[in-house]
């Protein structure tokens, strides 16, 4: 059984109970007084406050507070050389490094990132702060940054979780995460996955991948039990979004076949009321993320969404198979038990899922103005992703340069990208919507409706670890 | 650094213009070595580069090349290699079979170098870690007897380490066009251009030069094809073969 009170927190929570949520991300200034902030965020002595293990004992804590390092801030910390050589190439080259492989070009690309992000080698810890109130943030934002001489913040960013677990594009979300062998079972929806090795997401344990072991940076206090964060600042197109959703509804209602995908008289079941419009686009919405957006999974009830459904009790074989678009978002995220190409990866490229929106929640009752082309009124808006595991390059960047884009996992959705948060073309981009009677009827046209505008690959450092960075000389 | 005016640059501007026969020898044995010193090129770093379309990720090319040890530089180290390969034929099958992005590898024995040429679909890295999951014993058996490979033995308690010695020892993929060439160079010197120099169209043979100086071996192009390139499993599907 794994010691939680040595590993951070957020790793195997999601502290639900606190929806507020803000990244300080920070410079380090002077080493030394960086390396005493960090030992006194392991003791929470002199008000910085105390990072928060996944132990909790009898006393929730008021507020969660956790940090993550790049490489550079490793480096700028003092790490000894031989234990910076054992990190992985893809966290000691960064993330705008993986631009291309992640699908960060275009308007995406890193050159175009706001600061911070714009000076990637500037960022060298990132620390979260998960709070009930806005005013907690404040205060413990206050208590993190007394010491200027420890770090200089280059700026922030904050998101809200929705009520209802919702994020923008009106889907339900937080609902899979991976179970952990030999870890108390805390995940609120179980499903019928297998359990994942704990090597899954926590450096030196078996990992899913049968004998396969990643490094483990040595001294052991550094490395073990320590884990690494893709964190994406991912802007969603929701005016966007909603509009292709239109035409994507206007397009099935004169299609031969529409009447196929919703025979005419059940428009109600989809619960959007008598139009035969609004539930095409609740059709789509559907089929574009594997669930519908009060979360029920397509692989269960591929008719209607239906709030008594199990969440999660489903895999991709017979009826499950039939009924989820093979390119739709969570199945191209995780194929499950389904067959793919790559018949050994099933299960290996989880992901532990730590998101909150940023910006206002887009209000469809005061919708865009079709008249606008463009979104460029509406506020910024999207989602702080963190995607956390023991191997950035065999799960984060595994699923999105194959699985998320290319579609190299079946062959028939090889060539297209994700619907949702691919990198997508409307001029090339491609999406098939599966019928009963065994055909389909191929979407076209998607844009991009999410770009990155920021990022860091960080090491999540156990609490031993980030003792013995505190006490480096 | 050289820079615009130097008489080195003037001079091998003329003589590249009119090569005259002394100095291809000149140029080869004395000038190239003095000028590589003058202006420092890195090695190149090997396999394909992943298009900015992901769709285009498909049938890229490995051409790995591995150095027999020195003891194995004989008639019988090559035997051992063949039969490294020989005894490991069914895994090698099972294998490719069961990484499902592989459209073909062949092995080859040239000049004591054991080379390993395949077309593989999607990213190098989950290739490669996919077949070491897959197939690691017999990575472990070509590897032992090539030089440096004894310290990524086995493979699949180094994934990392053997993964990044495989892209190293995979030839570098000099691309058809001089804005290409010159982005490689760009990118792996970090940041921009080094110097107006480096960004001269005009002078591009020089770089080439002491980047195949760098580089000695290399691939020309990333792979010509005869028809738009299709997955493995495509294909399959295609021809109803299962997939
Ligand atoms: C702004 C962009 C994105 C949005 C709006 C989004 C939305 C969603 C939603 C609504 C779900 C279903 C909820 C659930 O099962 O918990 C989901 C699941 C998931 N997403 Fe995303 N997502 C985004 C980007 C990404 C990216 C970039 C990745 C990975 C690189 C990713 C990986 C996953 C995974 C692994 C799942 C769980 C699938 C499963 O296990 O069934 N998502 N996402």
Known sequence: MINLADLQGNILRGYTKKPHVRYLILEVAEPGAARRWLADSVSGRNGVPQITSGDWGKNKPDTCFNIGLTYEGLRALGTPSASLKMFPNEFVEGMTARAVKLGDVGRSAPEKWPAPFNEPKRIHLIATIYAEKVEQLDVDQERALTDVKAFKLLDTREGYNFPGDFVHFGYRDNITQPRFEGVPDSQRYPDRQPKAPLGTVLLGHPTNLEGLMWRVPEPAELGHNGTFNAFRVLKQDVAGFERYLDHAAFYLFVHPKGGELLPHGDEEKIGKGPSRHTALREIVAANLCGRWRDGTPLALSADAPDPNENLTNFDYVGVGDARCPHGAHIRRCNPRGGQIVQRIANNSRRLVRRGVPYGPPYDPANPYDPAKPYDGDEPERGLLGNFIGASLGAQFEAMSCDWLNLGLQDPRITGSNDPISGTNDPGTSWFDLPLKSGGTIRLPGFPEFVSTRGGAYMFLPSLAAIQYLADLR | ?243
Not at chain 2, 76 to 88: C, F, H, P, S, V
Request: proline share 6%.
């Open chain 2, 1 to 243: 650094m050289a820079n615009d005016e130097s008489w080195l640059d003037r001079f091998v501007n003329k003589l590249h213009k009119k090569p005259k026969p002394w100095f291809k020898y000149f140029g080869a044995y004395i000038l190239v070595p003095i000028w590589a010193r003058l202006t420092p090129v890195k090695r190149l770093p090997g396999g394909a580069r992943p298009a900015i379309q992901p769709g285009d990720n498909v049938q890229s090319m490995m051409n790995l090349i591995m150095p027999l040890k020195r003891e194995n530089r004989s008639p019988i180290g090559r035997a051992k290699a063949a039969l490294a390969i020989a005894e490991n034929r069914d895994q090698i099958f099972a294998g490719l079979d069961n990484v499902g992005t592989v459209h073909f590898a062949r092995f080859v024995i040239v000049n004591d170098n054991i080379c390993m040429f395949s077309f593989y679909d999607g990213d190098f890295t989950n290739y490669i870690r996919d077949f070491i999951a897959t197939i690691g014993g017999a990575f472990n058996d070509v590897v032992k007897l090539v030089e440096g490979g004894d310290a990524l033995i086995p493979c699949e308690e180094n994934v990392e380490a053997f993964i990044q010695w495989i892209h190293e020892h995979d030839l570098y993929q000099v691309p058809d066009t001089p804005t290409d060439f010159l982005r490689d160079q760009e990118d792996l010197n970090g940041d921009k251009a080094v110097s107006p120099v480096n960004d001269d169209l005009t002078l591009l043979p020089r770089k080439l030069v002491l980047q195949l100086r760098a580089n000695a071996n290399v691939s020309l192009g990333s792979g010509y094809r005869a028809y738009p390139g299709f997955s493995v499993a495509q294909v399959r599907k295609k021809l109803e073969l299962g997939w």
